[in-house]
């Protein structure tokens, strides 16, 4: 029985229009070799910097109303030299996960085959991680506020407050254990600061020990985030599930992907784990005005993206057809520049679709 879906699509800004357009692509194609498994319906959203500069906000006052009723978003990039980087992402992104409570972030760190990694460690040894971000409160709360500017130049006092709350906490840190149970080394890296930080982190430390005494099949560690940055360098090997705050996690996640060879390659997903609202699929990396519109820039996070919405949808087996294929593109060589290669935009989605056919032939046969 075929199922459809009403996606909507967000490209945003800079490259993001180029990825994403990419990436619809590649899930028209695996959706006509999927014998009729699925199918989807795009709807299609102009906001950003550019629907800023006409409307003065960065996206429909009643956009979340629109977003609403649709099964997914798959969103491509935020930011442009026309905005301020704050007002572009609360108007935009954090406007779309904090109100839709997308609360659990997850950025998988893959090692690719083909894509040579700055980490000599990749070469002997079989590395991969998921790191859980805390996406909903944290340091990204938007608490705080301007004050005291009347009193004249250099006078001006600002206050930015991370929320850390009890519930918050432990719905990340319990999502990253169940996460950890399907994993071939089921262990949970919780990242912390909690010797400066004595409120908020000693919350998150408490909670976690309380919610790893449920898991006891489970691996656990504590580590302090700056111990953290350095074992994803030096002891690579020994992670699995890495959860953190809002603000640990975005950095180390950037990290992560850096090993692996670019950010061009991460993807992303912001759940809402209830299913009360869709959730967010989108690459990690950012708008890149630098290379937009050369056809230079690398879909496969945006393509790997559409992978987990896949997997979010219900469709574990074409999400699975889609890595294996992302997969055998990048140990052909075809790559692009930002992994050492020379491929564009359109030459990496082309080669994608056809790995999707080679696959959807072999099982035909």
């Known amino acids: 029985m075929e199922q459809s879906f009403r996606i909507a699509v967000i490209p945003g800004d800079g490259i993001g229009g180029e990825v994403i357009a990419a990436g619809q692509q590649v899930l028209e194609a695996l959706a006509r070799g999927s014998g009729g498994t699925c199918r989807f319906e795009w709807i299609e959203y102009p906001w950003g910097s ?95 506020g301007r004050n005291l500017a009347g009193r004249g130049p250099g006078n001006e006092v600002a206050v930015q407050t991370a929320l850390f ?76 599930v890495v959860v953190a705050s809002n603000l640990f996690a975005d950095i180390l996640s950037d990290l992560g992907s ?10 992303s997903a912001n759940l809402n784990p209830e299913r009360r609202f869709p959730s967010m699929f989108e690459p990690v990396h950012g708008s890149a005005p630098d290379i937009a519109g050369r056809g230079i820039s690398n879909p496969v996070g945006a393509i790997a993206s559409g992978a987990l919405m896949l997997d979010h949808l219900g469709l574990p087996g074409e999400a699975r057809r889609l890595e294996q294929a992302i997969e055998a593109v990048t140990a052909s060589g075809i790559r692009t520049r930002d992994v050492g290669g020379s491929a564009g935009t359109a030459e990496v989605t082309e080669a994608v679709i056809a790995a999707l056919r080679a696959t959807a032939a072999g099982g035909a046969g």
């Open 258 to 267: 850096a090993l692996a060879g670019s950010l061009g390659l991460a993807a």
């Open 50 to 144: 550019a629907y800023y500069a006409g409307h003065g906000v960065m996206m429909d006052p009643k956009g979340l109303e629109l977003l609403q009723d649709t099964d997914a978003i798959y969103f491509g990039a935020v930011g442009w030299e026309n905005v301020p980087d704050h007002t572009s992402l609360w108007g935009l992104r954090l406007n779309i996960t904090q109100n839709f409570d997308q609360w659990a972030n997850i950025r998988p760190v893959k090692f690719l085959p083909g894509i040579q990694s700055p980490l000599r460690r990749a070469d002997t040894a079989d590395l991969g991680w998921i790191v859980v971000r805390e996406n909903s409160e944290g340091e990204y709360a938007g608490l705080g």
């Open 165 to 240: 709350t009890e519930a918050g906490c432990e719905r990340i840190i319990r999502f990253a254990f169940d996460l950890a149970l399907d994993r071939t080394v089921p262990k949970v890296s919780s990242v912390t600061k909690s010797n400066a930080q004595q409120y908020g982190m000693v919350l998150w430390d408490e909670v976690f020990r309380r919610v790893a005494a449920d898991y006891p099949g489970v691996e656990t560690e504590s580590v302090l985030v700056d111990a953290m940055s350095a074992k994803f360098v030096l002891q690579p090997e020994s992670l699995s």
